[in-house]
């Protein structure tokens, strides 16, 4: 039977506990355990999908078609194993079904109440699939004192009664803030969110400090003494240089060491690929810079798994990348992009910022400045070439309005495998997006086919229009290349523009499938072609 580790956040929110989660379960894989992560979000959305980016950072993709939260990326990052639909639920996904099940007499006339009809549907959720595993970690998100995570907590609650000590623990994320007047590290935030999680019937075995400074032995053994938790147990988490530095550090903290103790795993944990992952990072040997032209560059949350794909690609050819953040509407555009060494247009959705990544796209082009198009940076680099290379100056996406040229417009039908999947103008917009892993078949002797070394890949998508093959003739006559096609030949995925020495735009999200030890091709090539001759 799998061992079950709940993390849940006190204090304040933003404090890691995804990082911590991703980076326990990869500590945990070097001891050869089978870990599986999963997040609990307590908003009422179904799923993050129609969430706005600057709300909730970036909508994270499963290869299953699943929109979930960010975290999920770190889980896969840190893990180097895909999440899946079954990994991530909302109090909207869980109260959908329960009401759904009450609608159809499932529950045969009882009165359906929050317990224990929404805390059973919980607990399913957490125990499924674990038969394969041997631990699983779930993330509550928000923080403790947040009243939709009630039910989440009396579930974790149930369930800890159910599965007994030796066979879960429950790890609290907190914050030691620092106050500079007093010169000293403060406590007792710490122990007040101790004392409401004791409220609700659980106590915590594990508590992870998340501070910006230093945090003294004294402050340690005050923490175990009032919110009893055994001293060792009280693990320091100070802010790391790189997010990948976590996993030593909380290593060198003790943390596998007490998660080990109290499940009673000996084996003994293997580092050396996240050692020399590391001495990788801290080894470069060249600098280039990267200019990322979007719409959300005020959090960087919004691209969270595009940041970390290049600085996957950086470790991978032991460059530093510099990433210069650029708002799309920024006066000052392309002053700023002509100090780059490439240049990125990721995804986004709507009419905002549009001219200022087509005027970069333009000037990637014309310069031979390396450039990567994301999802509607691939759109924006046809509608570009349709522009400024084939002469038609009204060329748009229906996305932004009506237009005499549709060069892109949305998507009414697809294969998804053996099946037709067909959208309508009108259906809810948590359902209209082409979502997870489809085929991709790539032309030989392409740069795309370089890059990838193969014909066959599959990449992760989320979008819901699509560019259209009227133009496709008149583009590839004047240098573009359609190079990757899905396998149907209907809907164009990688454009490239001959013979600028790397001009590439892919509609799937390459990103979402980049990881610390097996960086994406589209993003090493990048980073190369940024390098000076």
Known sequence: MAKFIFTTGGVSSSLGKGLACAALGAILQTRGLKVRLRKLDPYLNVDPGTMNPYQHGEVFVTSDGAEADLDLGHYERFTNQDATQF???????????????????????ATVQVIPHITDAIKEFIKNGSEDVDIIICEVGGTVGDIEALPFFEAIRQLRNELGNKNSLLMHVTLLPYLAAAGELKTKPTQHSVQALQTLGLRPDILLCRSEHEIPEDAKQKLALFCNVNSENVIRAQDAGNIYEIPLIYHNEGLDAAVAKAFDIVTEPKLKPWEELINKLNSPRAKIRIGIVGKYVQLKDAYKSLDQAITHAGIAEQVEVEKLWIDAEDEGLLAKIQSVDGIIIPGGFGERGIEGKIQTINYARKNNVPMLGICLGMQLSVIEGC???????????????????????????????????????????????????????????????????????SERHRHRYEVNLQYKQALEDKGYVFSGMSPDGLLPEIVEYHPHPFFIASQFHPELKSRPFSPHPLFTGLVRACLPM
């Open 87 to 109: 990994d991530s639920v909302t109090s909207g996904k869980i109260y959908s079904a329960v009401i759904a099940k009450e609608r159809k007499g499932d529950y045969l006339g």
């Open 387 to 457: 522009r400024n290379v084939l002469g038609k100056k009204d060329a748009s996406s229906t996305e932004f309005g009506p237009t005499n040229t549709p060069v892109v417009a949305l998507m009414t039908e697809w294969m998804s495998g053996e099946q037709k999947e067909i959208r309508g103008v009108s259906d809810d917009m948590g359902g209209t997006m082409r979502l997870g892993s489809f085929g991709c078949t790539l032309k030989d002797g392409t740069l795309a086919f370089n890059l990838y070394g193969n014909t066959q890949i």
